[in-house]
């Protein structure tokens, strides 16, 4: 192809006009940003936060009446506890951790696996 | 309401540049209603620039309408979503109608690369050195790649008015 050709179609080209945006999309593009920070308010978090620690307690309660016993029951869960750290069976309980007390020993279960503190 | 200088600037930019990005978001992007979505994340980034810090502002929406719709383009390859419409109207359609729905149709069949080349020398009239620098690739690639895309351009448009 010889550049002739080539220079007299972007002369031609050169002579058309673009397309307009639509007005609409004018409204759009012009239309202010909502600011950051707007859909995510500090009330908005603390009912999320809310609703987690609800939705975990009732998952800790409902594990709690699963295995029979509760927190004033300190007595059954450490041993309960007790025996499963001996036996290295203990389940990974991740939803949740608490902490039970028993004379100077101390039973707790956290994160994904549980630790007999002295 | 008295509008502020950011919006007084916004408006400015879109009556010099929104033709220009508008059009040349479609020939990236190859569909019109697809490169009115990416035209809008432009504009929602121009918002958030510090118009005080530009000292070239055409140059600088260039840059961004570039990065905007390949960015659409690599989020639309994962999805599977391809350009809807096989049209896609460069030209204002006042006069010689036909012709130029012929060289839309036969920009549209060059490669991405060619025909954002082309589109940035004719229509947003760049020297080669700036279109060099927008696309971050050497000088002389940008002007035979030019060269490339027209005579492939005059080919495509000989052939179809053979057919």
């Known amino acids: 192809m010889s550049e002739p050709q080539w220079k007299k179609l972007e002369q031609e080209m050169l002579g058309f006009q673009l397309q307009k945006p639509a007005l609409d999309l004018k409204q759009k593009c012009l239309t202010t940003p909502p600011a950051p920070g707007t859909f995510f308010s500090w009330p908005l978090l603390a009912a999320a936060a809310a609703l987690i620690i609800v939705a975990s307690w009732s998952s800790y309660e409902n594990f709690a009446q699963q295995k029979n016993f509760n927190n004033n029951d300190t007595t059954s869960v450490s041993h309960l506890l007790k025996n499963r750290l001996d036996t290295n069976t203990l389940p990974r309980y991740k939803k949740f951790s608490t902490t039970f007390v028993k004379d100077n020993n101390t039973y707790t279960i956290g994160g994904s696996r549980a630790k007999w503190l002295q | ?163």
């Open chain 2, 1 to 163: 309401m008295a509008k502020s200088t950011k919006e007084l600037w916004m408006e400015n930019v879109f009556d010099d540049f929104g033709g220009l990005i508008l059009n040349y978001i479609k020939t990236i992007v190859g569909d019109a209603h697809q490169a009115e979505d990416v035209m809008q994340n432009v504009f929602i980034k121009l918002w958030k620039t510090e118009i005080e810090t530009l000292s070239n502002v055409k140059a600088y929406v260039i840059t961004a309408a570039r990065n905007e719709a390949l960015t659409y383009i690599r989020k639309r390859n994962k999805t599977h979503l391809r350009p809807i419409a096989k049209e896609c109207q460069l030209f204002s359609r006042e006069e010689n109608t036909l012709r130029k729905m012929c060289i839309e149709e036969a920009l549209l069949e060059l490669p991405q690369e060619q025909r954002e080349i082309v589109f940035l020398k004719i229509y947003a009239q760049l020297t080669f050195q700036k279109i060099a620098d927008t696309l971050n690739i050497p000088l002389n690639t940008a002007s035979s790649r030019y060269r490339y895309a027209m005579e492939k351009l005059s080919q495509i448009l000989g052939e179809k008015n053979h057919e």
